[in-house]
């Protein structure tokens, strides 16, 4: 925390220098990084590749939340399961510390049903490696709300407003998640809303919209419906039509323009964004860019184990191999490696490079093959029927 | 004269803990313009942090 705001991790092309105020990733070459006086580092010689660690980790901390939505990428649920301890993650923080890794994406699970929560997240802040969080809000209350500005941001699910919450996740929690919004904007907190698009809240998504900018909160994060966890038995009936996903992107401009909220979405979503015709130019500048698995992103289960990114769940070993396991791991060399595999209509495609072939885990299920394009892409979809 | 160039810029941070997360709407506002706008601004708040601060053992090499 404090100091001059700024972090900086050497790269092959350069470095990549994190901004605290206002938050930002900035990619630089090595005479920008010359020019700020950084001495030269040794990875300047080195051929480019992928980036020497992750930017980002997402760190499963429990698997048990007492909702257990119909949709849960992760299957968590009421109960009691294997988890790292505090000892054990506090570790991992340092790890990831050492890594240099810039920001951890807590989840679960329910994180805030862990009492040791708040001394990860702190525990992190003095790694300086920036805590985020997600959660249902179900544990939120003054007091804790007040402690949550140790986090960069925390983001509250909200798949729909009043009855639609209860329409897309098989739980009535819509009052539950409103009133954490409304404590943690109360306590100065940095706010954003998670919401899982799919065909049960494509039609309702401007009263989302409308209900997230009367809350002060920072954005809105749309997400793509995955079939991991209990999300696979919901996929089929649940995700969107090929017409909502042509119309998506300027649908979600649209509305967030009309209320002036910031618009974010998953990297699965990227092929729905290049339909409309983005400047790629443009997206390369601003890191709008499919698959990040492997390149900028690992994910970390509750029992410790490494994912190329939390939908995967395939292990790639344990996570105190993870500096191994982000140079080695055969897994991950093939995420890096698939767009230099691309198979039309997505090897012809302007925008290869930056959609990566949008998101695996769902071509791995849907095809049951993982080097075949997202079929869900809607020139993907458009090329099977032409 | 400081040479060298801002590649990209990731704005904003990603609490999903799910998926990877980007601004898309504000990225896909303009072109050229708003690249240049944004890395000049970016490039201040660099340079100012870090000739205000001082602190170069903090960096992390």
């Known amino acids: 925390m404090g100091g001059t705001g700024l972090k900086i991790r050497a790269e092959t092309f350069g470095g990549i220098i994190r901004l605290d105020d206002p938050p930002a990733l900035v990619y630089v070459d090595q005479e920008y990084l010359r020019g700020l006086g950084y001495p030269p580092s040794p990875l300047w010689g080195q051929p480019e590749g992928y980036l020497s660690a992750p930017t980002e980790v997402h760190l499963g901390v429990t698997a048990a939340c007492p909702l257990g939505c119909r949709h849960c990428y992760a299957d968590a649920r009421p109960g009691s399961f294997p988890t790292l301890d505090t000892e054990s993650l506090m570790r991992v923080i340092d790890l990831l510390?050492?890594?240099?890794?810039?920001?951890?994406?807590f989840g679960g699970g329910e994180p805030f049903g862990r009492p040791d929560f708040l001394a990860l997240a702190r525990h992190a802040r003095e790694r300086d490696v920036i805590p985020n969080a997600t959660t249902n809000?179900?544990?939120m209350t003054p007091e804790l709300a007040r402690e949550c500005g140790v986090f960069g941001q925390i983001n509250v699910s909200v798949d729909g407003v009043g009855p639609v919450y209860e329409q897309v996740r098989g739980v009535d929690g819509f009052a539950m998640a409103d009133r954490a919004l409304g404590l943690l904007v109360e306590a100065g907190c940095s706010v954003g809303v998670n919401c899982v698009v799919s065909r049960a809240n494509f039609e309702r998504l401007g009263e989302l919209v409308s209900y997230v900018a009367s809350k002060e909160v920072r954005d809105v994060l749309f997400l793509r419906l995955k079939p991991s966890g209990r999300g696979a038995m919901t996929y089929q009936a649940e995700r969107l039509t090929p017409r909502q996903n042509r119309q998506l992107f300027p649908l979600l401009a649209d509305l967030t323009g009309r209320h002036d909220v910031l618009l974010r979405m998953d990297c699965s979503f990227v092929p729905m964004v290049c339909w409309h015709g983005a400047e790629p130019a443009t997206m390369e500048f601003f890191d709008v860019r499919g698959c990040a698995a492997g390149e900028s992103l690992a994910g970390i289960t509750p029992e410790g184990r490494v994912q190329a990114c939390s939908f995967c769940g395939r292990s790639l070993g344990e996570v105190w191999r993870l500096r191994e396991l982000w140079h080695d791991s055969p897994r991950l060399r093939d995420f890096r490696g698939w767009v230099g595999q691309a198979r039309e209509p997505c090897r012809s495609c302007t925008y290869l490079s930056l959609c990566r072939?949008?998101?695996?885990?769902?071509?791995e299920w849907v095809e049951g093959d993982f080097w075949a394009p997202d079929p869900e892409c809607p020139f993907v979809e458009a090329a099977g029927r032409a | 004269m400081r040479g060298g160039r801002i590649l990209k810029v990731?704005?904003?941070?990603?609490p999903n803990s799910s998926a990877e997360s980007m601004l898309v709407g504000f990225a896909l506002m303009g072109g050229a313009v708003l690249i240049a706008m944004i890395s000049g601004l970016v490039n201040a708040i660099i340079i100012r942090r870090r000739g205000g601060g001082g602190h170069g053992p903090e960096d992390q090499g």
């Open chain 2, 10 to 14: 990731r704005l904003g941070y990603n």
């Open chain 1, 137 to 139: 809000g179900l544990y």
């Open chain 1, 97 to 105: 510390a050492e890594m240099q890794v810039f920001h951890i994406a």
């Open chain 1, 357 to 363: 072939g949008g998101c695996h885990t769902v071509a």
